[in-house]
Each structure stands twice: as C-alpha cells, then as structure tokens.
C-alpha cells in the first residue's frame, strides 16, 4: 500500500508527446527528493505501465491507493475518456480516467476539473452529475492554460471549499425529503444509485453477460474493500446498459442483485454508509427498486440464502444514526426499527436468527441492557439448535459476551467472547466481523483490568481492519491502544 501523502493526484489522459511532456512538468515543479507532493502514474511508480504490468487493475489498484492518500484530485480533461478496461477480447464501459474519478467522489476529495477547449466530453458530462459541492470547473483554451491553473491549484491560489461530510450530507437530503414518512407502510422507498440515473457512456453494442459475470466473480473473490469496489463499478458500470429500473431479464436480473449486494458489503464495511448517491442505502433503494417490478420478495423463507433487505435496511439505518447528529439520530433509528419490526413479522420465528441480533443491538441502543442479553440469548440458541454455521455460533458468542459485559458481569462476559473467537474460522469467516469481535475483547478485557489482553485483542483489530482496508473498523481508541511494530 502506498503510505506517502500527497498534496494532489493529477489524472490525465497521456497518449501524446505534449501531455507527457505537462505531467512531467508538473511533477518535477512541485515534489523534490524529499516529498512528493503530487503523483503523477507514469512518473511517480515506474512499474506502473501497460508495458511493466499485464494486469490492468493492478495499475488501476495502484492509482486509486494514492488517490485515496492525496488531498485533492486534478483531473484534465482533453477530450479523450482514457483507457478502456478489457477482458480478454471485449472491453468494459469504464476506462482508467472513470475509475479514478469514482475513487475521487467516493473519498470525498476536493476535485478541480480542468477542459481543454468548449466542446462538451464524455469526461464533462460525467463530472456534470456529480454533486456541486466538492467540485470546481474551470475551461482553458490550450494545454499551456491549462499548465498554469493547475500550478494556481498547487500553488494554492485556486480556493475550493471541502466536500461536505458523508453523514450530514445523507441526513440532510433524506430527512429533509423523508421525514414524514417513517412509518411501516412507507418503507422501502430509498433513495437510489446515482439518483436512478444511468451515469456514463454505455456504448452502443450488444449486451455481454461474461463480462459482467468476470467482473463481478474478481469482486467475490476479494476481501480488500477497495478491490470490491472497483471491481463491483466497472460491472455496474457495464450493467447500466441494461438498467436495473427497466429489465425483467431473468439473467440480468441475477447479475444486478449479485452486484447490490457486492456492494452493500464493501462500502458498510468501508464506512460509506452516509455517502447519499453511491451509499449501502442507496444501493438497497435500487435493489428493492428491481425486487419489487420483477415481484420478487424482499425475504423468501423458501430461499433465505438470496438474500434479506429487512435485515439490511434495518442495519444500514442502524450504522447511520450512531454517526448522525443528534438531531437526527432518532428519527434514523426509528427508521431502522421499522425495518426490524417489520421483517420479524414477515417470517417464522425460525427465520428470525439473522434480525435478532440486530433487534439485540437496537435494545443495546435504547440501553435495555436485560432485554438485549434476552435477545442475543434468544439467536444464539437457535443457531445451535441449526449447527449449520460454527462461525455464526461463535459470532453470536461475542456479541452476547460483550452485552454482558456492559451490563456488569464483566469476566463472564469476556470469557464468552474468547470462546466466541475460538469457535470462529479465521480463514473462512468475514474479516470485518472478525475485527469487531476482537474490538469487543478488547473493551470487556479493559473492563476487566486485563490491559496487556486489551492490547493484544486491540492489535489482532487493528491489523486485519488494515489489510482489509475495513476503515469502519478502524477507531480511534483501538488504534491508541493497539501494539504498533517498530
């Protein structure tokens, strides 16, 4: 992972001798041998080139690290949308300048978009959908204009106001719009992807399912949040020829739903739940969008391995409202409470073990501690009951232990969180779950005055939340109290 910060990332096509000729410019005016102050592909990791690696998302994965480590994103446009992205002998709809652009809006950063010339591109029209705030666009005649407003941007003499917060920007645009409509019977209308916009280009040639399946495949197989994503985008990216608001194609139908959930997975992990167009809330509006015209149900007893959008709007609710703001906090929680309520009484108490723990931690929220222990104990007993899932057993053992232990009985409670944690396959069991049940030691064995266990729990948190880049997961008080090597 790259670990250097830098003041900017320059995003440009470079096919010609004169870009090349800018970026290395660019590079040399503004970083010396000891700081790098902007990243420059080519210039910056030699090795980062169609001609040094075969494999383009390793080049991509390259670049949207540092993307992800700079303050600010410049992005020039010339009139070329960049390298497409191939798979074997067809390519997809995303090219390398979309994906770092992407990466740009999902961390937030300041974006300065710089076009070359009047005519309207298939770069500016992207970055038209985008949200105002966060974004300054600026239109040069030449590349020499161009040159000296990118040196203004680093010379910092060309001012834009930080991109507003994920969580106060979701909050403000969906209570302002929602409030009024928490109730049981106005659920499941969210807000959706992009708006429900089909966003980009999507190319004037026959649908490829394999494409979309390859995409989405590399994307199950990763457990590194930035690779989900990316791998994820560039198939829904490719989907969008297709849109999920309008096809009942059966096939196209299962491709949409595998690539909701594929990233409902990564950005709840990455803590992207207040993102409000590329958020795990809008990703489960669009979702339910499809389930609904194709009169497919949001939970199916029959099939319950499909999938569950009462358990996951009821989560997604839930992680929002302990970012939010006091002032919001409750009317989200109630939404997440409604979900809940409502998914209990859609199933048999026997497909309730995935909603319980959910309802524990909203009892855990409204601090019936007695009545959370009740509930937890309630989940854990019916996953035994199934001895389908060990790691389930031992996931719901440390989040009873961990109620217990905040409800006074300290020692017991972090004695089942060590036998929750033996119970679990480290190799086969989600890293983000695994980091929180090491998270919760982490606290019951402070609690229990056990500070050099505490440290342990707190490191063993820290170094899988990192190498999963699982930022949700990444908190203050364990990093302080986490063992950093020397």
Request: aromatic residues 8%; charged residues 25%; contains cysteine.
């Amino acid at each position: 992972m790259i670990r250097n910060s830098y003041d900017a990332f320059l995003a440009s096509a470079w096919h010609t001798d004169e870009l090349k000729s800018l970026r290395q410019r660019i590079h040399n005016d503004f970083s010396s041998p000891e700081f790098e102050r902007v990243y420059v592909a080519e210039i910056s990791d030699r090795t980062n080139s169609p001609e040094e690696k075969e494999d383009q998302l390793e080049i991509v994965d390259t670049c949207l690290e540092a993307i992800e480590q700079s303050n600010q994103f410049i992005l020039l446009d010339v009139g070329e949308y960049g390298t497409y992205l191939g798979q074997g002998s067809s390519k997809s709809v995303s090219s390398f300048l979309e994906l770092e652009l992407f990466q740009a809006v999902l961390h937030k950063k300041p974006i300065h978009f710089l076009l070359v010339g009047q005519e309207e591109t298939e770069l500016a029209s992207l970055v038209s959908r985008l949200p105002n705030s966060g974004v300054s666009k600026s239109t040069v005649g030449n590349l020499d204009e161009a040159e000296t407003e990118i040196s203004r941007v680093l010379d910092g003499k060309s001012t834009l106001s930080p991109a507003p917060g994920l969580v106060s920007e979701f909050t403000d645009e969906v209570l302002r719009t929602r409030q009024k409509h928490w109730s049981d019977q106005n659920l499941f209308s969210e807000p959706e992807l992009f708006g429900g916009s089909i966003v980009g280009n999507t190319v004037d040639d026959a649908f490829d399912a394999e494409i979309v399946d390859y995409y989405l495949k590399l994307a199950e197989a990763a457990t590194h949040t930035n690779r989900v994503l990316t791998r994820t985008w560039i198939a829904i990216r490719y989907l969008m020829k297709v849109h999920y608001s309008t096809t009942h194609d059966p096939v196209v139908v299962g491709l949409w739903r595998r690539a909701f959930s594929l990233w409902l997975r990564a950005t709840s992990w990455r803590g992207l739940h207040g993102h409000i167009w590329l958020g795990n809330v809008s990703a489960l509006g669009s979702h339910a969008l499809l389930l609904g015209q194709n009169n497919i149900p949001f939970f199916d007893e029959s099939d319950p391995s499909s999938g569950d959008l009462f358990n996951d709007l009821c989560s997604a609710y839930y992680s929002v409202s302990k970012l939010a703001g006091r002032g919001y906090s409750r009317s989200l929680l109630g939404r997440s409470e409604a979900y809940l309520s409502a998914g209990l009484k859609s199933r048999s108490r026997a497909h309730t073990h995935r909603l319980l723990p959910l309802k524990g931690a909203l009892e855990m929220r409204r601090l019936r501690l007695k009545t959370a222990v009740a509930t937890f104990s309630e989940a854990l007993e019916l996953a035994e009951g199934r001895a389908e899932d060990q790691n389930e057993v031992g996931f719901l053992m440390t989040e009873l232990g961990f109620v217990e232990a905040i409800s006074g009985s300290p020692r017991t409670g972090r004695r089942r969180i060590v036998e929750g944690l033996s119970t679990i396959d480290r190799d086969t069991w989600n890293p983000g779950f695994l980091a929180r049940a090491e998270r919760k030691l982490a606290i019951a064995s402070l609690m229990c005055l056990s500070f050099s266990d505490a440290r342990d729990a707190a490191t063993r948190a820290l170094l899988v939340a990192e190498q999963h880049d699982m930022l949700n997961q990444i908190r203050a008080p364990m990093s302080w109290l986490a063992r950093r090597p020397k």
